[in-house]
């Protein structure tokens, strides 16, 4: 018998999905994680195991949330979708439409489509900042708004690791008058029960699990570095053991902030993978969320040294990462954390876990069972 316990379940035909993930939790690869997955919007995979903690005192739990660092971005593009599905929002627009004190700098011609593909050229911020600061929403718009962009805006991908989410959110906030958060939560995860947070209740702190920083010298910021990708890892520094803090959780920082679990990523996600509709409720057309498959740009991405191509605020197939079937969009989070969404398939998978591997968007842990269930379908 496995000494490591599996929580929750897998239909039939994605038992070796369980099993791998089991096998992650048994050789240390994970310490705690879970896995979820929906196809045609019914959930067949929704697992977990391991430990919250490193000293290995909290079970991971069905309820466990952890802070999920970009994979938060999937969330942000999608509501950004729903405000641009509604007609509030143009992503062809300049952002000083909604946003006029964008227009400083040189960037009256920057459209919301450069936002939500990292090629705004607003990848940090040149002042320097404190980390405290990310909790300062004012502060810290006010700044990228007030400044030049590191490159011509349009012409190149360069990861807007922190700053996307407070750009996208900020242009929410001026056309909603609600905080990103806020409009997620009310118009997205609240209509579909889903336990995915920008911006954390106190109530739920007891929930979640401690993430464990990657190995000395492997981390975001370790090595040798351009400009570019030394001062979005250094601006403010990242420090992994402030997600543990009440200040991160209540903050809302849209790009990296997010506390969730693989339920509620792959649950959430059934919204773009058919076509609009998620538990019975039509909450965007499909052309709303065919929207995210558009390639906005494509190229060496001038931060994450790697090539990338994105759509409407997600990655598309073929950058960073060669995907099984053309209509699929993803993003992960620093440390392993990964959505994935096939529209082909009409599929969505969600993977969460708290042992971090020094990788910035997603890593092989969470993309392997993603593998199992494309080769489960494909039988």
């Known amino acids: 018998m496995d000494e490591i316990k599996v929580g929750g379940f897998a239909q039939e035909r994605f038992a070796p999905v369980r099993e791998a993930f089991a096998a992650n939790l048994r050789s240390g690869a994970d310490l705690g994680a879970s896995f979820a997955a929906t196809v045609d919007g019914e959930t067949v995979v929704d697992i977990w195991g391991g430990w919250a903690d490193p000293e290995r005192t909290r079970p991971w739990a069905r309820d466990t949330l952890v802070n999920v660092y970009s994979t938060t971005k999937t969330m942000t593009a999608l509501t950004a979708l729903l405000v641009a599905d509604r007609g509030e929002l143009d992503f062809d627009a300049p952002v000083a439409r909604y946003w006029p004190e964008f227009a400083q700098n040189g960037k009256a011609g920057v459209k919301v489509s450069h936002l939500m593909s990292h090629s705004s050229g607003l990848s940090g911020w040149k002042e ?183 759509g409407m605020g997600f990655g598309l197939a073929g950058g960073l990462l060669p995907l099984p079937n053309p209509n699929t969009i993803f993003w992960g989070g620093y440390g392993g954390s990964l959505a994935i969404i096939d529209m082909d398939a009409r599929a969505s998978f969600g993977y969460a876990m708290n042992r971090m591997a020094p990788t910035t968007t997603g890593d092989a842990r969470g993309l392997g069972l993603a593998m199992g269930m494309w080769t489960a379908l494909a039988g």
């Open 128 to 310: 320097p900042i404190a980390k405290q600061d990310l909790y300062d929403w004012d502060k810290v718009t006010s700044l990228l708004a007030a400044q030049a962009p590191y490159w011509e805006p349009g012409t190149a991908i360069g990861y807007h690791a922190l700053t996307q989410g407070y750009l996208v959110g900020e242009v929410v906030r001026r056309i909603t008058g609600k905080t990103l958060g806020t409009v997620f939560r009310e118009e997205i995860a609240e209509p579909l029960g889903a336990d995915f947070h920008i911006g954390l209740p106190a109530s739920e702190d007891a929930r979640v699990a401690d993430l464990i920083p990657p190995p000395p010298g492997t981390a975001v910021g370790d090595g040798e570095q351009s400009e570019l990708s030394a001062n979005m890892s250094s601006n403010p520094g990242i420090d992994v053991s402030a997600t543990r803090t009440r200040a991160w959780r209540a903050a809302e920082i849209p790009a990296a902030g997010g506390q969730g679990n693989a339920r509620s990523i792959a649950e959430v996600h059934v919204l773009l993978a058919n076509g609009g509709v998620a538990k019975g409720k039509r909450l965007l057309s499909e052309a709303g969320c065919r929207k995210a498959l558009e390639l906005q740009i494509e190229g060496p991405d001038l931060v994450l040294g790697a090539p990338a191509r994105f």
